[in-house]
């Protein structure tokens, strides 16, 4: 990020500075101390639950250069620590929307602003993948659209961003003039006008006007892409206004296939067919509003069918999950408007899934006058559309909902919750093999959390991946290795067998500096996701540069004959591209060799199409006290090459060598980056690096106990019958994980897995989707209990690395083993 300095933000902010501070541009802006890097910009603001000036010590001591705060609010004293300093300024909130609004104008080439009642962040996403291969694009993180969200997203985008496409929502009249003038948007989108709020607003047509003032600064050749609505063709543009389906992309024609609609689309001279994974006519409407804008953008049709091919939609819109027992959920949790839920329950209603339909409702939100009207539609339309159940959560006006359904349903009364946990609990009890649950309402009334808490309980074979402990662990490893070291998450094995985008976009928000991929397919699917972090591809093939070139990554190159090919393909191209050099110091594997070294990078550096960015090496034995000479003499061969290369080039190179190991037990090793993989998740790769840093464990794989048996002495367990009951009466749960879930088949009759706290040996051979467990140590064990195979669940925790051990393997390949198909992942703190 180009940050000013402090000084610089005097002027810029109007403030009055305190303090010494730093004379060098600022790394990153700040709102949440626990959040803090050194280098950073810390804004207190206040807040209706917590205020940011209470905050202001733990920020400075976290590292902060600079904090800014309200004139009233500042301390007597000035910042102690050496290099901080706080600016004061009439308000912190509107200091914040003025320095995004500078950063925009000096490192955002072009603005995509898209606002409507919902819909905006699907439009977004989908947006977003559609410009990622042709342009530098930053997009807004998650839904990050209010006064707050929206400086925030801006001040995310890297210098040099060709096209920012930014959401903006407000929620009451006079809002939309901040957000105007940050984003100053070159183009815009308005999905639709609902009555989202509309206790603030008191009508949609105040509603649309409010909303159309995000576009009155544009002016041809930008334009806006907004409804074909009276309301909003009644208001004035400056600019062209488009229809979407006017023209094409057009949506022709769609059929069912599978879960998913199989779309026909006239294209401009073309027709393609597009497989979306929904059934969903709101978010197929939104994909066309998004080619619509991608096609005014100067993406090619043919770009645009293979990036929408099975095309799949972030969390809590319409969000599909389908239990072993066969159950469907469909979490729709990103929006109360009205016009969200009549759809949702349209959607759902027409679905050609067998079985009943159970609507679970948290009610809406902000609609003034209208919310008894608006509840009691709901109520009456979900009776009508055929749902069997109506289960509503806590809220004011749930009764109005309750008394339209119950007029029309008198033989099933709608159930009045008490909250989650007893929707849960109800859940459970109701729904049956073939039944679909639709969960409504908005995200902030924790009913996104209860649709996944719902599924986790049905689901039997998770992993669980904890986002807030991948960002803790990130940011000891920043402690540990200082400001000036940058970091990079490799997320080879698409992200070990994780979610590679979900934990990308996660990382990127938690400010890792760049993102490692084994191949250039890997590289492009985290840029769809809207990540423009720098990406390294560890092993890339010739095949491939036409995808570095379009999806702008850097490849390592790895070998003379590889640097060759490379060179002649990007100059049949036409096409530059940076990399780094990869130097063989002892690995035995990839790499140029020393003597090499020069060679190649004179080729590359004369090739005119290539420039040398970074230097790196792999360490052989960096987890392992015994080899620690060996390592020595690694880091001594590899500076002799960076010297002779610094030298020879004359050009800044980004030095890194060290992985989680090395970062650790070797800081000559850090240089200017360093990789991290197993550490990222908490895991250690050795003993040695378990003693010398405390981690946070990320991950768990958890699945449940589907049988108990009582088993006689004598009686032989599992195949071939390699465990025997030796004691009178034995007790013994069957758990429903084998090897291929990814249990190592090798835990039979060593490995452990741990049941409320306690560790319980597995019995007999590992099965193909099953494996047998010893009960004796925990009596009250009861089928339908949870089972830890490994990670840290609920207070437990059953290390990887030693399941690794009893595996006889390491903890990268016990990761991976996980199968993707079967047992679901589930991210948390996302």
Known sequence: M????????????DGELRGSPAEQPLRAVAIDSRRVLPGDLFVALGGRHCDGHDFVEAAEAAGASLVVLRRDRSPASVPSRPGCARLLVADPLLALQQLAAWYRRTHIRRVVAITGSNGKTVVKTALTALLAGRFRVAASPGSWNSQVGVPLAVLTAPPGTELGVFEAGISAPGEMERLA????????????VGLAHLGSFGSREVTAREKMRLFQTIAEPGWVIAPDDPLVNALPLPCPRIHPGSGPPRLLDQRPQGSGMLLQLDLGGSQAQVAVRTRSQPLIEDLVIAMTAAQRLGVPAEEMVAVLQDYTFGPTRMETWRTPEGITIVNDTASDDPLSVQTALATVASSPEGGRRLFVFGGMADLGSGERREHELIGRMAAERGFAELLLLPHPARSHTAAAWNAR?????????GGTAALRATIRQLAEPGDTVLLKGAARQELSGAARAIWESMAPRRLLVDLDAIRDNVARFRALCGPGVAMLAVLKAWAYGTDLPRLAAALQDSGIDWIGVSAADEGAAIRRAGVHRPVLVMLMDTDEVDKAVRWRLTPVVYSLPFARAL??????MGACLEVHLEIETGMGRLGVAPEEALAAARLLRDSGVVTVSGVMTHLAGADDPAADGDTTAQLRRFEAVVDGLRRELGTPLLVHAAATSGAVRFPASRYDMVRLGLGLFGLHPSPAVAAAIELELAVAFISRLVQVRHCSKGQRIGYN??????????RIGIVAAGYNDGVPWRFSNRGEVMMQGRRLAVLGRVSMDSMAIDLEPLPEAAVGDEVLIFGAHEGQVLRPEQAAIQAGTIPYDLLVQVDGRRVQRIFRGG
């Open 2 to 13: 180009s940050l000013p300095t402090p000084r610089e933000l005097v002027a810029l902010l």
């Open 181 to 192: 003038a940050i984003l100053a948007p070159d183009h815009g989108v308005l999905v639709n």
């Open 409 to 417: 349903h008198p033989g099933r009364a709608a159930r009045e919750l």
């Open 567 to 572: 060179v002649a393909t990007l100059r049949a």
């Open 721 to 730: 019958g390699t465990y025997q009951v030796s004691a009178e009466r034995q």
